[in-house]
């Protein structure tokens, strides 16, 4: 049963992140005149539609999704040559829109995922009524036979700071040191201040099949402070910044080759979002904002499939004033499309290894 819910939860929050950001483009789309043949919530075979002034809305078999036609579209899924494209004026086509214009109908999708991310953030902050304190990396209660009873640690002992060999890392909380030991897996050797002693440990990390994560083998303790409701602005967007930017060291972290064994794709989403849901509403809400700006802020990567990347082409043809061929972009985000489906593969045969 649990299973089903989360199934559920996963193709309703998914649904809902890219609908948004579609709509994001359509909006502004729409503002600046461009010309929007379908706008449709899931992917698929027809089953419902219904004529706007100039839209068709639809809904379609596959509840995952949503994408919205714009007539000018250079990315090769268009032939000039179908009927509602023949006798449509240019300058109802993006393509033919001031370059500052196509840029705004491309980032509003991620401006929408990064708006709804925000909401829920601060919907969750002032619902919760309350602030946990981020932890000090101080061990509050070993658990028996596991990474830090085997390299000796005790209660109380603060862990000043932390290398493989190559990297050091001091951490002020301890999501840092979580945070920091998931591109670090390998066993560190740890200063630990125990009172007035200050000494050195070698301690192995060890990986949860079951979240996919890596843990020193000890509970932390945290404080917990109750808040006005309406400081809920104030915290929601600490937490979302504090969420972005933690995603912005992770895509470092995979440019530079380190934690692609950590790689989810839909599969392993999927079975965090089925533990979300077990966990309460708070936990699922949490993850679907995590998700959202997630999407968001990798749309905004400089890949030409992506909205960042169609952004850095029309940036590109700004500075050299001239036009890039329509062929060559299409050959370019078809590569880079090509490159982001491997990379979709790798993720989901991440998922799968997991699950056995």
């Not at 509003?108 to 991310?117: C, E, R």
């Not at 700071?161 to 301890?174: M, N, R, S, Y």
């Not at 007035?196 to 945290?222: C, H």
Request: overall charge negative.
């Amino acid at each position: 049963m649990n299973l089903i819910i989360g199934l559920i939860a996963f193709v309703f929050m998914l649904s809902v992140i890219i609908v948004i950001h579609e709509l994001g483009h359509f909006l502004v789309a729409r503002h600046f005149g461009v010309y929007c043949k379908e706008f449709s919530i899931g992917m698929g075979p027809l089953l419902y539609e219904k004529q706007g002034k100039e839209t068709q809305f639809s809904i379609r078999a596959i509840p995952f999704g949503g994408f919205v036609m714009m007539a000018g579209e250079e990315d090769g899924s268009q032939d000039e040559e179908e009927d509602w494209l023949k006798d449509l004026d240019e300058s109802r086509r993006l393509n033919f829109k001031p370059r500052w214009q196509q840029i705004c109908v491309m980032v509003a999708g991620v401006v929408m995922n990064i708006l709804l991310a925000w909401v829920l953030y601060i919907g969750l902050a002032m619902a919760q009524g309350y602030v946990v304190e981020d932890p000090l990396p101080v061990v509050y209660e070993i658990i028996p036979g596991q990474a830090a009873d085997q390299a000796g640690l005790q209660e109380g002992d603060h862990i000043l700071k932390v290398t493989d060999g190559l990297d050091v890392l001091e951490p002020e909380t301890q999501y840092d040191l979580l945070e920091w030991i998931q591109y670090h897996p390998e066993e560190l050797q740890a200063t630990v201040q125990r009172q007035d002693e200050v000494f050195e440990v070698s301690i192995q990390p060890e990986k949860d099949e079951e979240t996919n994560t890596y843990s020193l083998g000890y509970v932390v303790s945290a404080n917990a402070h109750y808040v006005p409701w309406y400081t809920g602005f104030y915290y929601g967007t600490m937490d979302m910044l504090e969420s972005g930017t933690s995603i912005y060291r992770a895509l470092g972290h995979l440019i530079q080759g380190e934690g692609l064994q950590n790689l989810s794709g839909p599969v392993g989403i999927a079975q965090v979002t089925t533990q979300a849901t077990t966990q309460g509403l708070d936990s699922y809400i949490s993850l679907f904002a995590m998700i959202s700006l997630n999407i968001g802020i990798f749309n905004l990567l400089p890949i030409p499939a992506m909205d960042g990347g169609r952004i850095l082409i029309l940036i590109l043809e700004k500075i050299f004033r001239r036009k890039i061929s329509t062929r060559v972009v299409e050959n370019v985000i078809m590569v880079s499309f090509i490159l982001l489906i491997g990379l979709f593969l790798f993720a989901t045969y991440n998922d799968i290894l997991r699950l056995f």
